[in-house]
């Protein structure tokens, strides 16, 4: 299995509402990221963890929070987004966190989220 | 902090070269990538290459690396309607690791 996983492809949401994105992946990587994506805009980095923990946080908001229940699983929960934060949030990972070898990156295809 | 430029859009004929062009700032660089990225999906890896390396090919696909200059090229050869996408130039520094992709060229392939 080479591949990244995401679930929902697309969700819309109201900015009351309480919603998860999930990633899985079996390729025995050790760190996932979540980057979120505008239309034709490079991916912007938002959390990394490394061995199931944070790593990096980006400043992301509080109304964003990670969790990454185990070593092939990372959710970002959503909750009181605005409209603005409507975007491609995509998952990635790679046998190692940044600093080993060529760590290539795998992405996901992402979760396309409406907030309205 | 560190910079990653590319042109933002590229037009070529079906069965011509396309040279998708990036220069970064980042004098510490140890690899840099060429991701592709097709609507509605996510990124694709195409390639990558050691910062200590000029040259890298890969059936249609040739990257070039000038370190000096801080310049580097994807030259895709015969390009098909297939290849029309973006194309992402990343950059892995050595200080603090985090990949900083460029802006993305938008490759058309015309009929």
């Known amino acids: 299995d080479t591949e990244v996983t995401q679930t929902p492809k697309h969700l819309v949401m109201g900015m009351t509402n309480k919603k998860s994105l999930k990633c899985e992946q079996h390729m025995g990587h050790r760190a996932m990221y979540w980057y979120k994506q505008k239309a034709k805009k490079p991916p912007e980095l938002m959390f990394v963890?490394?061995?199931?923990?944070l790593s990096i946080n980006e400043s992301v908001p509080s109304r964003f929070s990670p969790e990454c229940p185990n070593s092939s699983l990372l959710n970002l929960h959503l909750h009181a987004l605005q409209p603005e934060d409507s975007a491609l949030y995509l998952c990635?990972?790679?046998?190692?966190?940044w600093g080993s070898g060529a760590n290539v990156l795998t992405f996901g295809a992402g979760s396309r989220l409406t907030v309205l | 902090g560190e910079d990653v430029e590319q042109s933002l859009f590229l037009s070529v004929r079906e069965g011509d070269s396309s040279v998708i062009n990036c220069t970064y700032t980042d004098s510490s660089s140890t690899y840099l990538y060429w991701y592709k990225q097709e609507p509605g999906a996510g990124l694709q890896l195409l390639t990558y290459?050691?910062?200590?390396?000029d040259m890298k090919q890969d059936q249609r696909l040739t990257v070039l690396l000038n370190k000096k200059d801080k310049h580097l090229s994807l030259r895709i050869a015969d390009t098909q309607t297939g290849d029309s996408a973006i194309y992402f130039c990343a950059d892995l520094n050595n200080q603090g690791g985090k990949l900083i992709f460029g802006q993305g060229t938008e490759l058309s392939v015309k009929p």
């Open positions: 990635a990972s790679s046998q190692e966190m």
């Open positions: 290459i050691f910062s200590n390396m």
């Open positions: 963890y490394s061995y199931e923990k």
